[in-house]
């Protein structure tokens, strides 16, 4: 840096440290150039009563515009600058130029301004970024048009940010060589660092950045990794903008609504938005981190789990396209020149999480820093595993992050067989492993150490958790590496290998250099309407029809609805958890879209009639015969019910209404008054269609499965009332299939929560249940219906749905599915030619289920599994549509009780599933495979 940056740190430092107006005259804070016409520093002077800009005498000549002066009120009680608003309308503070004395002067106001920055850089996207005295975050300000730098959050110190690799004491260092890999150049940045205690403190992860100010190594103009959440949209803020008002990220449909789309495009578009959304905001200034957790791998062991809404379901083989899809466009774009990525996915939880356990009655089960998951090899292969393989091998995830509990008595954190031997070293796991919170010193893990070690100390508990992953969310490791090498015997290279982990990942995130497509995005690329309109598309496309009684639906366009029950004017409940401020939900619901709907006239009126929110709709609001009044005076009643979302970390306990993090359902049955309020509804109108909005699966009960229709909507997003509007007039049509089965209300009593088995008691999934269900996994209907006949397949056919397969083929398919990438097309494909037999246009799902097959050792097998889906756009009444469904080789395999994964000879029936076999029946083909069996994958030995 031109001037020495060093004595501009330590100036910064300084006038960080002020708690009072102590700065002495003549005491400077030297910025650096962001890039402008010209060279050299600007510095700032105390001349009271206000600070000045002034031209350092070695700087080129400066425009004029560059003597910018602050008011020394600003910079009183420790506060730093202390800009804010002086326009509340827009949020934005613009410097006025004062009649006399300083060029401009600063007003008050709230805390978002804008600087003119004329005589700082006239180039788009120059930023200074701002640090706080108390290390909890950062402001970043970005050049806007007409030389404009906009900052976000609280202003304090002014310090510069350029690319690591611009500073001119960088350039010619090594770890500044892009021909050199993001592994080797992060390699040489650790070596130079001496210091342990600053090496440690790079082992903290926050989202929110809230250790920034301890973090990076400021020497070599560093900064420190930063981190956020995005299941289904960025949880980063929102920001106003000139023109725009508030600009909050997208809210797409949470991961079960999504998968029910089966749609792996609509996936991929969304991990792309995502992760576009995510660095423009990143770019902004906003708090708004690279490295993304997301997305939730895990899989819906048991219906009671209070985290169901934040996975894809209870299908590896959709969790598993899902995973790669989301991961791999999230991070990737063709536009993105190699080494580089918009952000950097870390997947969660590995693995074997699906109990929350807080509070759950009869027995009460540990919560989950004290649970241990017991599973067996064929469990673990046969169905934890296989979504973590594509997320990590085709969707090329950056890391991953390791969950709470423990797996057969060994913390998930700790687990070197898995993360190790299986995650890095056979799948090629190259990014940074990060803890859930506080999982390296949880119960488990302080009961592990003392075990494996016969003494517990943080200093041990440190040593466990660096020599297996990278990173935490909490400060064990930033407090305690570095005594840790001195009582425990850690390895400073072990804590070399993990900074470097993080600081490769950094690299290819495009942080040490300037790349022009990443550098580029904006506020201009979040919240666009082409993701608006993707997240409705998604909601509608995520509907799933289970009843639909003498076609109540569609609804004629002139029909009249009463909108009944706690979520008919629901807004930020469809957001489901994990969400930032949203501010399009808020004009967005069920009631607020239907009444804008056509010529405004179809609402015949709304009655919540109890508050899931409040009590779970324990007691009522209105009286029943409101409700049934209400159903009477229009044409068709409309029931919206369901469970209500507690937001990411937000830890209440709600009985069996609410979902929540650490904190279990106690029963899937239809919480609270529900069930009374759709009965009266019943009572008024028979044409009832009832709604229902939640996460994990809710069973209904005999009145509400006496209605004609029942739609699920799941939690929909920020457009999720146009949506459901949408479908129920057929603006859309309906085509979403249930991701997990909806079990009956015996399930409570079939099951023990704790039991992590597939097989145990009565089984779970619709893998291995054998009680009764009141909807399977898959089902979903069509506003039409569809009669389908096989046709030629593909090379491998037998006859026209009948294939043959060698298990040498289908291993080599195996390897071929395990590629990077997305671009996998099955060779082994059924094809059916499927038509429209009704008088609605339709999207058609066409998904194959195989039937149950025989294993070498005679070991228990899935009584039914899907192993390929297709989704194909819109057919017209009376048209036909031709189907190839492609297999997916990972579900064709048979997994052993000893872990071992196979491609075994056989015949096997497989059903193509058209959504209700009673409306559109299946068509019966097989697969037959001959050869010898063939191991495709197994454990580590030792496992």
Known sequence: ?????????????????????????????????????????????????????????????????????????????????????????????????????????????????????????????????????????????????????????????????????????????????????????????????????????????????????????????????TFTEALHGAVCGCVAAEGRGMVCPTSFPHALAASASLNRTAWALMGSAIGTEVRGLHNHGMRCGLFVWAPDINLIRDARWGRAMEVPGEDVAINSEYASAVVYSMQYSSAVPAPYQRVLSQPKHAIVYNLEGRRIPNPPYKPRPEFNAVVSKKDLVEYYLMPWRAAIVKGQARGCMCSVNDVNAVPSCANKPILHDVFRDDWGLSGAIVSDGGACYDPNYQEYINRTLGRLSPDLAAKVCVETIDTEIGTLLSDNIDSATKTTGLNVTTVDRAVTDIYEQVIRAGAFDRVPV???????????????????????????????????????????????????????????????????????????????????????????????????????????????????????????????????????HGGSARESEA??????????????????????????????????????????????????????????????????????????????????????????????SLTGGSGTTYMYYKGPVQYPMGRGMSYTTWKATPSAGSAHSGSACALQATTDALAAEFRAYYQPGLSYKSRFSFNVTVNNMGVHASPLIVMAFAGQRSSPDHSPQPQRQLVGFERHPSVAPGNTATVAVGLLPATLTVVTADGVQHMAPGTVPVTLDFGDPQTSPPVQCTLTITGASVVVWQLPEGM
């Not at 082409?530 to 076609?551: D, M």
């Not at 044409?687 to 996460?695: D, E, K, L, P």
Request: charged fraction near 15%; proline fraction near 7%; glycine fraction near 8%.
């Open 1 to 225: 840096m031109a001037g020495g940056w060093l004595r501009g740190w330590l100036a910064v430092v300084v006038f960080c440290s002020w708690s009072a107006v102590v700065v002495a005259i003549r005491d400077t804070v030297t910025l650096e150039q962001c890039g402008g016409p010209f060279e050299g520093t600007q510095s700032w002077e105390f001349v009271p009563p206000v600070l000045r800009l002034v031209r350092p005498p070695q700087q080129h000549q400066a425009p004029p515009a560059a003597q910018l002066c602050l008011t020394a009120e600003a910079f009183s009680r420790g506060a730093g600058v202390g800009l804010s608003a002086c326009n509340a309308s827009d949020r934005l503070q613009h410097f006025a130029r004062a009649s006399s004395g300083p060029p401009l002067v600063i007003h008050s106001g709230s805390p978002a301004f804008v600087l003119d920055i004329q005589g700082y850089s006239n180039t788009t996207g120059s930023r200074v970024q701002l640090w706080t005295e108390t290390t909890r975050g950062n402001q970043l300000w970005k050049s806007m048009p007409d030389n404009l730098l906009q900052g976000v959050w609280s202003a304090l110190c002014l310090t510069p940010i350029l690319p690591t690799c611009e500073y001119a004491v960088n350039i010619h260092r090594p770890f500044c060589n892009t021909s050199w890999s993001p592994r080797a150049r992060a390699t040489d940045l650790v070596s130079r660092i001496t210091n342990l205690t600053q090496k440690a403190l790079q082992l903290a992860a926050s989202a929110g950045n809230r250790y920034d100010g301890q973090m990076g190594f400021p020497e070599y103009h560093v900064t420190a990794p």
């Open 518 to 652: 990443l550098d580029n995005l904006g506020l201009e690329d979040v919240d666009t309407a082409a993701n608006r309109q993707l997240a409705q598309e998604v909601a509608e496309q995520s509907f799933v029809l289970l009843k639909n009684n003498n076609n109540l639906l569609p609804l004629s366009s002139n029909t009249t609805v009463a909108l009944i029950g706690p979520h008919a004017n629901a807004t930020t409940i469809m957001l489901s958890n994990y969400v930032g401020p949203n501010v399009l939900v808020n004009s967005n619901s069920p009631l607020q879209a239907l009444q804008r709907f056509g010529s405004g006239h179809n609402l015949a009126g709304m009655l919540a009639a109890c508050d899931l929110r409040a009590d779970g709709c324990a007691s009522l609001t209105a009286p029943l015969d409101h409700v049934t009044q209400l159903a009477a005076k229009a044409d068709i009643a409309v029931v919206v019910i369901g469970l209500y979302p507690c937001g990411g970390g937000d830890h209440v």
């Open 663 to 756: 904190d279990d359902r106690g029963s899937i049955a239809l919480p609270g008054q529900q069930a009374a309020i759709v009965a009266a509804a019943l009572k008024g109108n028979p044409r009832v269609v009832v709604v229902v909005m939640n996460g994990g699966q809710v069973a209904m009960p005999p009145s509400v499965l006496t209605a004609p229709t029942l739609l699920e909507a799941f939690y929909p997003g920020e457009l999720g009332g146009p949506a459901l509007v949408n479908v129920l007039f057929g603006v859309s049509a309906v085509s979403g299939r249930l991701p997990y089965t909806l079990y009956d209300v015996e399930y409570d009593t079939l099951r023990q929560m704790n039991d992590s």
